[in-house]
């Protein structure tokens, strides 16, 4: 399934469990010898919420959150009749989260909005400055001082602003910043041109996965970093390698996030 090409690989391990996510996702993953994807999605129920996911990373680490993902699960178990719910709560290692399907006349489900829970904007876990946060810093890569600002969705993301995105060699510079001395945990990287209509182009190199086409909670993050740096309103569309998401930042500070889901195949793999 992909979200904006945003694709992994979906499995019910409460038909089929799996010992060892890492390496199967590693082993999955690769384009040439596997199924080729950006990760492994596992499904099941859960004890706290109707479904639980967890999220493996192309190279085995596990992820918090994805966005893209959760709208995906969310068609998953409606398309697979596990539910016949619209609303759904969802168990990650980031919290509860709420998706809303939206269920087209012929009853196929296209689309979903994830509310993404709150943003955290300082965090010393996940940023090693006394603040906890970017404002006061810069990052030192290959001779540039880069400055980001840092927005948690679960996951740790930086997102820097530019003037032209196509001059940004993000397959050099994103790993850089991925394994910056400033970021015990490492983080995702999202490099942002505010467009003259007010679009937030973003290319986003991940956290264990490299170059993707969209990334949920980077566009999530960036649309917290462009209203909290006045470059943008509270709604706000992002426009990713993949396709465009839909942000809005709730007064009460929600983050809700409005995009596709699609399926590309279904298949068996022999044990």
């Not at 945003?6 to 993953?29: C, F, G, K, Q």
């Not at 918090?64 to 709208?71: A, D, E, I």
Request: glycine letters at 8%.
């Amino acid at each position: 399934m992909h979200g904006l090409g945003n694709d992994y690989i979906y499995v019910n391990t409460d038909l089929y469990p799996i010992e060892n996510p890492e390496e199967m996702s590693i082993r999955l993953s690769k384009p040439h010898t596997g199924i080729g994807s950006d990760g492994l999605i596992l499904v099941s129920r859960s004890e706290v919420a109707d479904f639980r996911m967890r999220i493996f990373n192309a190279d085995g680490t596990e992820a918090l959150m994805c966005g893209n993902g959760s709208r995906c699960v969310g068609k998953f178990v409606y398309d697979h009749r596990l539910t016949d719910k619209t609303d759904i709560t969802l168990d990650t290692l980031s919290g509860i989260k709420r998706i809303t399907l939206h269920p087209d006349e012929d009853d196929q489900v296209h689309s979903a909005t994830v509310d993404m829970g709150t943003p955290l904007i300082s965090n010393p876990l996940q940023v090693a400055t006394p603040s906890g946060n970017l404002d006061d810093v810069t990052i030192d890569v290959d001779s540039l001082a880069l400055k980001g600002k840092y927005v948690c969705m679960g996951n740790p993301h930086v997102v820097i602003f530019v003037e032209d995105i196509s001059e940004v060699d993000i397959e050099k510079i994103g790993p850089l910043v991925e394994h910056h001395p400033l970021f015990p945990q490492r983080t995702n990287v999202e490099f942002v041109q505010v467009l003259p209509d007010g679009v937030l182009r973003m290319r986003v190199w991940e956290r264990g996965s490299g170059v993707t086409q969209a990334c949920g909670t980077g566009a999530c993050a960036t649309a917290v970093a462009a209203f909290l740096t006045w470059r943008a309103s509270r709604n706000a569309t992002v426009r990713m390698d993949g396709g465009e998401l839909h942000i809005t930042y709730t007064q009460d500070e929600h983050i809700l996030m409005t995009g596709p889901a699609e399926t590309v195949f279904e298949g068996e793999l022999p044990e």
